[in-house]
């Protein structure tokens, strides 16, 4: 009777943006977020979206749920630091 797992999308015209997925720790790895994903897939489709983003880390489980879902990489951000001394 309690929520495992919240995530947003956001509509634009034809173009749908999946964000904020977040699950529960204790209910982690029980397939909530991928259920999400799916959710929010099937959504962008009844409202004929053709553009379908989202945006995560490399090598995730995150990123496994979103290829699972049909999504593929179109590039890739790096990030960069300078250790302080």
């Known amino acids: 009777?309690?929520?495992a797992a919240v995530a947003s999308v956001f509509f634009d015209e034809k173009a749908a943006y999946l964000a904020n997925a977040v699950t529960?720790?204790?209910?982690?790895?029980?397939?909530?977020?991928?259920?999400l994903v799916d959710h929010r897939v099937r959504a962008a489709d009844r409202r004929g979206?053709?553009?379908?983003?989202?945006d995560t880390m490399v090598g995730v489980?995150?990123?496994r749920n979103v290829e699972r879902a049909?999504?593929?990489?179109?590039?890739?951000v790096?990030?960069?630091c300078k250790p302080r001394a």
């Open 1 to 3: 009777g309690e929520p």
């Open 24 to 35: 529960v720790p204790a209910l982690r790895r029980r397939g909530c977020q991928a259920a």
């Open 49 to 54: 979206c053709d553009l379908l983003v989202t």
């Open 61 to 63: 489980e995150s990123h």
């Open 70 to 76: 049909g999504l593929r990489r179109a590039f890739s």
């Open 78 to 80: 790096g990030w960069f």
